[in-house]
Each structure stands twice: as C-alpha cells, then as structure tokens.
C-alpha cells in the first residue's frame, strides 16, 4: 500500500514535471493567463488573483480590496486567456518585473504594494489594493520541480537494482557473487544471512 502510494506519487511528480517542461517551452509562443476574484460580498473585502506564464517566466499576483461600495468595481470574473506572444512581449515583461520593486534576485521577483488612490495615498491603481506578486523563471521551476521526481526514479532504480542481486545471490552492497561465501562479502565485508529461495544472499 505505502509502496503503490510511493509509485503513484513518483508518476505523479514525472507527469506535473513534465507538464511544467511543455508549459515553459510553450511560453515563448503563447501568454497563457488563468485568474479568479471572489464575488462581491457587501462590506467585505474582495480577493483573487491570476497565474500567468509568458516568455519563460510565470508570474503569480494576488490582491485584497477593500469593498469601496462602487457599482463600477462590483464586477467579479473567471477567465482564461490565452494570446500569442508578442515580439516585445519579453521586454515589457522584463520592465513590468522590475517596476514592481521588492526582492529581485536571478530573476526571481517577490514584492508587495499598496495602493489608495485616495487623497494622500499611493498611485497607481484605480481602487485601494494590496497587490503581492511572486515571478519566477520557468527554469527554475523546472529544475526545483525536478528534484522529487528524480529522487523518486533514483530510488525505484536502486530498488530494482537490491532486488536483482538478492534474487541471484550477489552482495546487495557490491554485487559480488556470494554463492561460495558464508557470513560477510569477501569483496567489501557486508553482513549477510541466508534465507531460503533468494538464491544465496539475503540481506544484513
Ligand atoms: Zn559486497
């Protein structure tokens, strides 16, 4: 059960990894957008936000409104867009990452802003907000995103690999062939104890 948990979660972590290779090759040809806000609740405040992967990089921004009891901001949508990428498009990008201020490091993008168009207040936006935004190379994703599943495939491959020598009598440490050998591997002086129908060495 663990085992067959283990398998479907290391397929799992394959497949995400690979859908998030297609998606970052992808992004140079297509923006892809996906974003939600919360419906208007009298009073209370309003939340979404929206994932976007264009040009190599995916950007996450989510905001926080106060609800300012305007008919014209009591519009709540659900959308998916998804629009070729223009030639400038990497450079408006680049530009728009680096507008956002915060922490910026190798391309990664982390920061907060506040906005209150009100008397007084920071411009910017329309609406008072608290905007965050976290932007990072598909790169990195990918290579961050691939570790489990590397782990996970090293692993099966090592237990394939002890199952193979205990099933014809090798050192599992070693693989040395240990039908003539009681006790200990003469090659690296592992511990080993005979069971029966595993051909020879069990393990330590
Ligand atoms: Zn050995």
Known sequence: MCRWFGNFAGVLAVVGWIALVVLGIRSYWVHDSWG???????GEKRWGGNVSSATGTVE?????RPDTGEAADRESHFAHSANWVKPDLAEARRDYARSL???????VVLARREFDPRPGGAVGSSMPQVVRNVIVPHWMLALGGGIWPGVWWMGVRQRRLREYRKAHGLCVACGYDLRASEERCPECGRH???TKGDGGAGTA
Do not use: I, S
């Not at 939600?36 to 009298?42: F, G, L, M, W």
């Open 192 to 194: 080993f104890a005979r």
């Open 60 to 64: 996450a921004e989510w905001w926080l």
């Open 101 to 107: 201020g915060g922490f910026q490091l190798c391309g």
């Open 36 to 42: 939600y806000e919360r419906p208007v609740v009298p």
